[in-house]
């Protein structure tokens, strides 16, 4: 299995599809390994939950339409195949998303993860999550999941779906799964998103939340003008790179003029 994510980026999400048919069947020693490894997660921690999840297998483009196309896999398929030295044949390769979140004001909102986390903890970030698999149907209402993560996340629901876009998708070389960057703008000020992440359904994932205007985000020295925002030691992830080479790279298509 080959992805390729090249593409005419940014796309509004509106032309985005996520279509699937079937279920990833990986070979039975790795369904055994993942089965064990899930009842030993689940052991340290009874919430665990095992969720199915989106497996991107390619990425079509055509006149109007952007298309993810992929089928259903697991997260405790997922773990057990994330490793560098498994094959990539038999990676699960769900699709994440990391959410560029733009306030009224004109600020980007950066998390800092929980060092409790299993991915990237205490590192700097954005938003996001995996993409969940439905329950019934064949497609996936990506700005719906982009909204389900926002409200888990940082508890808001003031976006709109002609002001979010995708700005493109990369492979994330450590946790070894496709990640689709998508931007979004609310009508909300960052005071206001600060105050309603403090209520937030899965406020402890993250540590703590700072703001800085999208006017500088692009530029070289942002990773020094945030991590001073930020107590301790913050490292940066990759997915924070990766989304901002992409609004870099977006930038200068001339995206953004009339969006903020």
């Known amino acids: 299995m080959k992805l390729t994510m090249i593409g005419n980026y940014p796309i509004p999400l509106k032309d985005v599809e996520i279509s699937y048919s079937g279920i990833f069947d990986p070979p039975k020693n790795v369904a055994a390994l993942a089965a064990k490894g899930f009842e030993v997660a689940k052991g340290r921690n009874p919430n665990v939950f095992d969720g199915q999840l989106v497996r991107l297998l390619d990425i079509q483009h055509n006149a109007s339409k952007c298309i993810f196309v992929s089928e259903k896999t697991s997260y405790s398929i997922y773990t057990e195949t994330r490793s560098p030295t498994s094959p990539f044949v038999y990676k699960s390769n769900p699709l994440g998303m ?9 600020e980007i909102c950066i998390s800092k993860r929980s060092t409790k986390t299993d991915q990237n903890p205490g590192a700097a ?12 149907g064949l497609q996936v209402d990506f ?6 993560e926002l409200s888990e996340e940082i508890d808001i629901d003031c976006i709109e ?21 998508v931007i979004t703008y609310t009508s909300l000020s960052a005071v206001e998103v600060h105050h309603r992440w403090q209520s937030a359904r899965d406020r402890d994932e993250t540590e703590d939340v700072v703001f800085l205007p999208l006017s500088q985000f692009s530029l070289p020295a942002a990773k020094s003008t945030f991590r001073q925002k930020f107590s301790g030691e913050t490292p940066i992830t990759w997915s924070f790179l990766t989304g901002q ?14 969006k903020s």
Do not use: W
């Open 143 to 148: 700005f719906l999941e982009v909204c389900r």
């Open 161 to 181: 779906i002609d002001r979010t876009f995708l700005l493109g998708v990369g492979y994330d070389p450590l946790f070894n799964h496709p990640e689709a960057v």
């Open 245 to 258: 080479g992409m609004y870099r790279e977006a930038i200068i298509k001339g995206f953004g003029s009339s």
């Open 125 to 136: 970030y954005f938003f996001g999550g995996y993409v969940d698999a439905p329950q019934t």
């Open 98 to 106: 990391s959410v560029l979140v733009i306030t009224a004001d004109g």
